[in-house]
């Protein structure tokens, strides 16, 4: 089994910074791929960034303001959100899937095994 822990969030103030993270644990042999959900107000799950082998995806929302890492032998992914609005409130997933080398690259949540239980981020304007 995998289990992904995610911690980092809170709240702040627009403009300000949060810095999530997601730790791997378990026992798997595979690569796998990893990705940052959010479900937004409207109680919908959108894609907010993932890595692949060779690139990485941001949704054009975060573009420029937010940043994921993966670090393969801490076994954990960051996400390092800038400039933060109202609009990034949200209960924040991380997300793993093991078709390494993840085709097709869409950002899907039926593409992903395994979640973590999930972090607030609660933005104020």
């Known amino acids: 089994q995998v289990q992904l822990t995610e911690s980092g969030g809170g709240s702040v103030q627009a403009g300000g910074s949060l810095r999530l993270s997601c730790a791997v644990s378990g026992n798997y042999y595979n690569r796998y791929c990893m990705a940052w959900f959010r479900r937004n107000s409207e109680n919908e799950r959108e894609g907010v960034a993932a890595t692949y082998p060779d690139s990485t995806y941001y949704a054009d929302s975060v573009k420029g303001r937010f940043t994921m890492s993966q670090d393969n032998t801490r076994k954990t992914v960051d996400l390092q959100m800038n400039s933060l609005t109202p609009e990034d409130t949200g209960m924040y997933y991380c997300?793993?899937?093991?078709?390494?080398?993840?085709?097709?690259?869409?950002?899907?949540?039926?593409?992903?095994?395994?979640w973590g239980q999930g972090t607030q981020v609660t933005v104020s304007s």
């Open positions: 997300a793993a899937r093991f078709d390494y080398p993840c085709y097709p690259r869409v950002v899907d949540p039926g593409k992903y095994n395994y």
